[in-house]
């Protein structure tokens, strides 16, 4: 019998290449050993936390064997927490956010949950611009949300006029992920001006008592951005801006499920103050209650500091070598810690096969929406990325 919904006896076909990519991964590695194979398929950040959470980590189990040390606490986050992270979500989006308008969550995932859950009616649409993180479809989807992609332009840009055109009365988000996973792109200043008209202009057009078009803005990329290039806020562009992130890769905490969610300081007055008032109602009521309390007095202790970006930035150059010494051809990231180059042939499932006979995984860009291309998360050793170049070669070879 089926046992499961619709929805999800449908779409179980269609689960997640990235995590096929996975499992493929542990089964290599079980039968060639660790070291032989060269896995670039997940984006789970391997370089340790800054060395400061050793000490807040003792600190916290020191203080935490109490009473109520690990309970339940209010479901919007610990209130010293709060205040802590709306200090440095201030600094980092150029505007006093008070912690009335933050929210700990389980992560940059539950937050766009809950923010979809908030929002979105049946039928309702979500534009992001493609190619974009898989997850998105399925976080609106559990609410009856459909999601819109619309091609970027070829260097990865936003299309604002195509965004602007697929603009319908059902649409009630834009969202944004800039630095971007898969493609390392970082929206520019006026990029980002050019979006928040079209969300403004719509706004208007739907007048006080319309539902409100918001842009969401995905930030758990925003501390990896190389060679100077400006991460713009987005916070203070647009009373309709909401931006949710996490400590999950910029303090390499990905298991302990800390995010955030900031909203428009006018926007929490709007409405009575119902937007945040329901945010806090939904995330306690899709289970998780509040986030984690040992990783959000981690998170607050060190959320000024970040991993060694340097690591990255190195991982970065030795990968653009690597792909050029092989003649493939790519859009270098500006960001984040992906590549997503271009398949040779054409044939993003034929090109990851012949990858994958030379232990090499990639993940086709067909599962974020874009095929001819692969997506290579860069969470890896340089001495992995090193040690891929020969199969590299061998593989564009293979499918010239
Ligand atoms: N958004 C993007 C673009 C991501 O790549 C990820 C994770 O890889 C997430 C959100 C979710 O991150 P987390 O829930 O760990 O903060």
Known sequence: MQTVTDYFAESA????????????GLELKAQFGEENVCDFSLGN???PPPAAARDVLRAIADDAVRPLGLGYCPNAGIPAVREKIAVWISSQQSMEVPASCTIMTVGA??????????????????????PYFVEYGNYCG??????????TKEDFSLDIEAIANAVTPRTRAIIINSPNNPTGAVYSRDELERLVSVVEDENRRRGPSGKALFILSDEPYRAFAYD?????????MSKYAVVVGSFSKT????????????????LCEEDGGAFVSTLVLVNRTLGCVNAPVIGQRLAAAICGETVDIGIYARRRALMAEVLRNAGIEFTMPKGAFYFFPKVPGGDDFAFVDKLLEERILAVPGTGFGRSGHIRLSCSVDEKIIERSAAGFKRAVEAVK
């Open 251 to 266: 303090l390499s905490m990905a298991g302990e499920r800390v995010g955030y969610i900031a909203v428009n300081p006018a």
């Open 142 to 151: 559990h609410f009856g949300g459909v999601l819109r992609p619309v091609a």
């Open 45 to 47: 950040p391997d370089v």
């Open 109 to 130: 995932a539950s937050a766009l949950v809950d923010c979809f859950r908030a929002t979105i009616e049946r039928g309702d649409e979500v534009i992001v611009p493609s």
């Open 228 to 236: 100077g290039v400006e991460v713009p806020a987005v916070l203070p």
């Open 13 to 24: 076909g269609k689960s997640s290449f990235i995590r096929k990519m996975f499992e493929k």
